[in-house]
């Protein structure tokens, strides 16, 4: 089948992308490198839109939550991410979480019975020399593509580190010490399980995560950063005494029934899929070997027989200086003819990640059929995020950002109390107006 446009990288952001042409009855060779001899070193199948860190894709809320009116605002677009995801959603209280297997299943059934869509399993190494393509390889694009990215950018990628969290087999899980709960109770409060430690417990766990043997750094990724949102736990531990305990050992808004007291830390399992047999330990991303992390992790209280379904891993993400590279269009300045889509632009996070995809999805439609780009307002989540990667961003400075409400033009004359709800009413207003310009 030939095709009117090229899509490279099967992952949540290239998903999206091919969707959002291909319903429209655009021709698209949708080209993933797994499936075809080839992987990355966090990839275990290879299933399109697979999620290889947290299964979560954080909050839901649409009035209080700048990512959480990014679900919305992808919503009312149709998306194909945000559809899958309602469809494997598992207990999170207001999060959204979902069950990955059902997640990529999905995605790829709903791609596959698309008539002008063709995925195909190859690995591309070269970005292609013409006609309009979509690169949406990600963090972990392969050295051949990467290379050749490079040498059209006349640039060096930046780069950073992201790291995995492991996850548990619920029946492994000792409940006669832990409890489920959400934090505050909010949502239903089973939807957590909670892993009480006192100060002298933390403490000593703290020393084993400073004391740990770690992964040795080569000399090319001496110098390269840690993405703050993916931070290792381990990392946090070096930061000081109480960084973890204010941060994913938080124990705030649990009360343990067995005390009636929050505990002095807790480490907080969040369920992994429909079946609830696999539990995520939220925020334990490590750079740990595997044998250290199954010998700390299980001092634990209510681990210490804790068989893990995958252990934490650690991965080198690269990423484009996007306000310099690209223009207001996702196109690559040197080379117009192809769009950059997802983590690869320095958005970082799954939504953020498919959303960049279906924007510039969007904006490969309109050129098509000949139409001026309308962009999204820069009220909304979707146009404060491309704003901020396409020309917002200090280039000078640029990392990767989650969507947040410092990307959104300001409301001085809002209380701060009012001003969340304050910037979600004006962004689903404006979106609304909006709208009709990309409905085609």
């Known amino acids: ?19 959002q042409l291909a319903r429209r009855g655009i021709a698209v060779r949708l080209s993933e490198m797994r499936g075809a001899g080839d992987t990355t070193p966090a990839h275990q199948t290879d299933g399109l839109a697979e999620l290889v860190c947290s299964n979560s894709f954080r909050s839901d809320d649409d009035e209080r939550n700048a990512v959480g ?48 869509l063709e995925i195909v399993r190859e690995r591309v190494d070269r970005l292609p020399e013409d006609g309009a393509v979509i690169v949406a390889t990600g963090p972990l694009t392969a050295e051949a593509l990467a290379a050749s990215i490079g040498a059209a950018t006349g640039a060096e990628s930046l780069a950073f ?67 703050e949102g993916c931070m290792p ?27 009636g007291r929050w505990p002095y830390a807790v480490v907080q399992l969040r369920q992994d899929n429909k079946l609830g047999t696999l539990w995520n330990m939220v925020g334990f991303q490590t750079k740990l070997r595997h044998g250290e992390q199954i010998r700390l992790f299980r001092t634990i209280p209510g681990l210490e027989n804790a068989e893990f379904a995958r252990l934490g891993g650690l991965h080198r993400n690269t990423f484009l200086n996007s306000p310099a590279l690209l223009d207001r269009q996702l196109r690559l300045k040197s080379a117009p003819h192809i769009r950059f889509a997802g983590q690869i632009t320095g958005c970082e996070g799954y939504v953020e990640s498919a959303a960049v995809g279906l924007m510039a999805g969007l904006m490969a439609v309109a050129e098509l059929a000949g139409r001026d780009w309308q962009a999204p307002p820069r009220t909304t989540a979707l146009g404060a995020l491309l704003a901020h990667i396409t020309g917002d961003a200090d280039s000078a400075s640029y990392q990767p950002m989650n969507v947040n409400f410092g990307l959104f033009p300001p409301l001085p004359d809002v209380k701060k109390k009012q001003r969340k ?20």
């Open 69 to 116: 009116l990014l679900h919305h605002e992808m919503r009312q677009l149709g998306s194909l991410v945000m559809a899958a995801a309602e469809k494997a959603r598992v207990p999170a209280g207001s999060a959204l979480a979902v069950d990955r297997e059902v997640f990529s299943a999905e995605i790829e059934r709903e791609l596959g019975a698309l008539p002008s």
């Open 1 to 19: 089948m030939s095709h009117q446009v090229h899509i490279i990288g099967g992952g949540l952001a290239g998903s999206e992308a091919a969707w």
């Open 233 to 259: 736990v381990e990392v946090m531990a070096e930061r000081g005494v109480d960084t973890l305990r204010f941060g994913p050992m938080k124990p705030v808004g649990l009360d343990n029934p067995r005390t």
């Open 421 to 440: 709800e304050a910037y979600t009413s004006r962004a689903k207003r404006e979106l609304g107006e909006w709208l009709p310009l990309v409905a085609a």
């Open 161 to 227: 580190f992201d790291a995995i969290a492991p996850i548990v087999h619920r029946d492994s899980i000792d409940m006669d010490i832990c409890w489920m709960a959400s934090r505050w109770d909010k949502g239903d409060t089973k939807d957590y399980i909670n892993c009480p430690m006192d100060k002298e417990q933390y403490l000593a766990f703290r020393e084993g995560l400073l004391a740990g043997d770690k992964i040795a750094f080569k000399e090319w990724e001496a110098n390269t950063p840690y993405f």
